[in-house]
């Protein structure tokens, strides 16, 4: 590692960076791990320097006012102090394995390396919070966005004329709905349908993040027209482009935001060439949302047993963080429907024991669709245009599209019966909606106030509309 960062002799540099990423990854997790903190605490920048160079800037005067007694030659030496002080800062203020990463990133090779570094840095970061790995990781983070810009990326569609290796790897890293076979591949690969990807020609046949569209005549509820529904509308019949996937393929890129300049350039490239279309949606999953309302009806059962017991009733003491998560009406038809199907002393718990069954059996009662959809439909908007992590939406996909200025058009009941769907969202999908001339408003609007912007549908759900929420009608 020292003789990579250190070597200055370009006629063996490259052996060095080869043995450098070969001789890495024949290493163990442990053993990578060493290495990786090595490089961020022996590596990093010099400190003592730093603090050295901003006295010697903090000691001096910059000319200037009425009572400044300079020439002009004296002044122009007292500036040219300054610019060489400041820039002997910006110089010591890169880490030293800056030099590192520049050389593998015109290595061939390199950057595909830098990507897999990044995604181990990552995933110690998973199981230890150590600052000079974080900082590692940080600067990393920035090199790569700034080597991945759009105007470094080639924007391709994909199609079944492709080479194998190329279609091998969207079978591999489709992560939202898994491709069954080659039939499958091929449909959504074939009329009516599109597939985009930026790649970058230092990992050339393989995708960094690609796309795939639906054109429809409307915007589908539901992935099961999407996916199953035949035969596809003829392309010319199609005023609506319906983004249904978005995947990455690097983990190491993992908070770089390419899904938002693809799906910008994909917007561009469909209205040139199909001039009719003119609605560009989503149908998204909504991933953190049982896990947020499990863990939510979980812990509001527990106090609601506490309020029941007769010592909290005699001296009538009520949590502080007791919230009603069911309506009255919710709460009694969940009890009067659940007698001997589901266990609970209360319409939370039958609400839990039913979405926790073996196989989401739930899903197979009429009865019990009906009765969970308006508590399940309610909560998800609720979850959508309430949950908030540092201002901004808590669901990582909602965010995704709200930075990206899209609005929240609607939630679809029953959108996806796959396991991973009831799994991740009781089987509710939303559709995301991007307009063209408010994305640019839209997104500065969420990055600056948070302001998510929803349709008057979504608001209905969770009445009356919270200051940090929006209509738009």
């Not at 006012?65 to 020439?71: L, T």
């Not at 938002?260 to 953190?288: C, E, H, N, W």
């Not at 969970?372 to 909560?379: A, G, H, I, S, T």
Request: with cysteine.
């Amino acid at each position: 590692m020292h003789s990579a960062i250190s070597m200055n002799k370009t006629e063996v540099l490259d052996a060095v960076l080869n043995d450098f990423s070969s001789g890495y990854f024949s290493l163990d997790y442990e053993n990578r791990r060493r290495l990786l903190l090595a490089l961020a605490k022996e590596y990093d920048l010099n400190r003592t320097q730093v603090r050295e160079l901003l006295k010697q800037y903090l000691g001096l005067e910059l000319p200037s006012g009425e009572d400044a007694q300079f020439s002009g030659l004296e002044e122009e030496g007292l500036l040219s102090t300054f610019y060489r002080t400041e820039r002997n800062l910006r110089h010591a203020l890169k880490p030293v394995y800056e030099v590192l990463f520049e050389r593998l990133n015109t290595h061939p090779g390199g950057l595909r390396f830098l990507s897999i570094l990044r995604a181990d840095i990552l995933s110690i970061l998973t199981e230890e919070n150590i600052a000079s790995l974080r900082a590692l990781d940080s600067y990393l983070k920035e090199k790569l966005s700034s080597w991945l810009s759009p105007a470094a990326l080639e924007l391709h569609q994909i199609t079944w004329d492709d080479p194998a290796s190329l279609l091998e790897k969207i079978v591999a890293y489709e992560a939202v709905h898994p491709i069954s076979n080659l039939i499958d591949l091929k449909r959504r690969l074939g009329v009516g349908r599109r597939c985009f990807g930026y790649l970058h020609p230092a990992i050339p046949g393989e995708p960094l993040i690609f796309i795939e569209v639906a054109l429809l005549k409307n915007v589908a509820q539901t992935v099961q027209e999407v996916l199953w529904n035949e035969p596809p509308i003829p392309e010319s019949e199609a005023t609506c482009a319906l983004f249904y996937s978005i995947s990455s393929t690097q983990p190491g890129l993992s908070g770089i935001n390419l899904g938002k300049f693809l799906i910008k350039r994909v917007i561009t490239l469909v209205k040139r060439d199909m001039p009719q279309i003119s609605t560009y949606a989503t149908l998204s999953p909504i991933p953190g949302f049982m896990q947020w309302l499990l863990s939510k009806l979980a812990s509001q059962s527990k106090f609601a047993e506490a309020e029941d017991m007769p010592e909290s009733s005699a001296d009538g003491s009520s949590s502080t963080f007791r919230e009603n998560i069911l309506e009255p009406e919710e709460e009694k038809a969940l009890m009067d429907s659940s007698m001997g199907i589901a266990a609970g002393t209360n319409g939370m718990e039958v609400m839990l024991s039913l979405l926790t069954s073996t196989n989401h059996e739930w899903t197979n009662s009429a009865e019990f669709l009906s009765i969970l959809k308006p508590p399940l439909m309610r909560l998800c908007a609720r979850y959508l245009l309430q949950e908030k992590k540092r201002g901004k939406a808590l669901d990582s996909v909602a965010n995704f599209h709200l930075q990206n200025g899209a609005m929240i058009e609607r939630i679809n009941w029953m959108a996806d019966r796959s396991e991973k769907g009831l799994r991740q969202s009781g089987g509710i999908m939303v559709n995301y909606v991007y307009r063209s001339e408010n994305i640019e408003e839209f997104a500065q609007s969420y990055f600056s106030k948070g302001h998510i912007r929803a349709s008057a549908d979504l608001h209905r759900y969770v009445e009356p509309l919270k200051e940090n929420e929006q209509r738009t009608d």
